[in-house]
């Protein structure tokens, strides 16, 4: 017959860190939150839509580069611009444009009105 388990715990006791599978319960436990909050992370971040439908054409992979080369060249990802709807290149307010086309534009390049005067005019002489 085996001796009872001494108790967890207090005065005399083992504690639970002393256990035989403490560590090994520990680093699955570690892995299993490692491996569950980078998918729903990637996932939840991937399903949204920041762009209101502006550009329904684009696969994730395209968005992801296109967030890359803002992120690196202005220090602001196109898509969270858009849809915060703050100018990716000045970080300025995006919510007034002069027409519709404008405001399309700001859909596919994340630019405030006065970044895309700036970009796309041709300057007055």
Known sequence: ????P???GGEGGVSLRDTPLYYPLQVLVKLFCTIFFRFFWKNLLTECDFSDNFS???TQNMINQLD???FGNFGRARSLSIAGRSCVI???RADTFKDEL???EF???GMCQACQDQV???PEE
Do not use: Q, V
């Not at 017959?1 to 009872?4: A, S, W």
């Open 1 to 4: 017959m085996l001796p009872p």
């Open 68 to 70: 890359e080369i803002t």
């Open 107 to 109: 859909g596919i390049s």
């Open 6 to 8: 001494p108790p967890l």
């Open 56 to 58: 329904p054409m684009k």
């Open 90 to 92: 000045c970080g300025g």
């Open 120 to 122: 796309f005019c041709e």
């Open 102 to 104: 404008s405001k399309k």
